[in-house]
C-alpha cells in the first residue's frame, strides 16, 4: 500500500479522508457531483476518473494502492533496497570528481543528498507544508474572509496570525488548512541558520 492520504470537499464541507481507495469507495457511496479531491501531501487537486462502477474507479487509481498485494512492475536496480535507477545529467568535471569517490558515483551521489537533506530537512518540510496548505486553502478557501493575509502570514511563519485569520472560515475548511499547515509552524533551525 502507499502512504498516500486524500481528503475530499464538497463545496465546504469534508466528506471522506484516507486512502485512495478509502476516498474513491466514500465518494462513490455518497454521489461524486461537485467533489474535490486533494492530495495531503501537496494540497494539489487529485484528478479521478469516476465513471462507471466503483471497481472501474478503483483500477484506475494509481497502481500503488489500487488493490493490495498486487505485484510491483519490475524495474531495473535493487528493489529489496529501494534502489531505484534514474537519469542524471552531470557535466564532466561532475562526473570525474563522483568517480574518485570511495564507492563510485553512486554512494557519493547518495552521501550528497543525505547531508542536504539533513541540513535542509526542516526548512524543507516548511516550505511543502506552506505550499501544500496555500494550494488548498487558494482552491477552497480563495474567497474567504481573510484569505490574503492569512496566506501572508502562512509564509511568514506567524502561527497565532494564521489562526486568528482562518478562526471565521467554514469549520471543514478551516480545520483541514490548519491540518496541512502546522508544519509549516513547526520550531527549528530557520532558513540553514
Known amino acids: 500500500m502507499s502512504d498516500l492520504h486524500w481528503t475530499a470537499f464538497r463545496g465546504e464541507n469534508r466528506i471522506a479522508g484516507g486512502s485512495p481507495v478509502e476516498v474513491v469507495t466514500a465518494i462513490r457511496a455518497g454521489g461524486h457531483d461537485g467533489v474535490l479531491v ?9 484528478d479521478l476518473d469516476l465513471r462507471g462502477t466503483l471497481e472501474d474507479c478503483l483500477g484506475r487509481l494509481p497502481k500503488d494502492d489500487a488493490k ?3 505485484q510491483p512492475e519490475r524495474r531495473p536496480g535493487r528493489p529489496k533496497l529501494g534502489v531505484v535507477p534514474r537519469e542524471v545529467t552531470l557535466l564532466p568535471r561532475h562526473w570525474e570528481w563522483l ?6 558515483a553512486s554512494v557519493a551521489l547518495r552521501k550528497l ?5 539533513a541540513a535542509t530537512g526542516a526548512q524543507d518540510g516548511r516550505r511543502r507544508a506552506q505550499e501544500a496548505a496555500d494550494r488548498f486553502m487558494r482552491a477552497v478557501g480563495g474567497d474567504q ?4 493575509d492569512a496566506a501572508r502570514a502562512l509564509y511568514a511563519g506567524q502561527a497565532e496570525p494564521f489562526k486568528m485569520l482562518t478562526e471565521s472560515w467554514p469549520k471543514d475548511v478551516r480545520d483541514h488548512a490548519r491540518y496541512l499547515a502546522k508544519d509549516a509552524f513547526a520550531t527549528g533551525p530557520a532558513d540553514g541558520k
Open 68 to 70: 493490495p498485494g498486487e
Open 38 to 46: 486533494f492530495d495531503d501531501a501537496t494540497g494539489k487537486p487529485v
Open 113 to 117: 543528498v543525505d547531508a542536504a537533506r
Open 145 to 148: 474572509p481573510g484569505y490574503e
Open 99 to 104: 568517480g574518485q569517490q570511495p564507492g563510485g
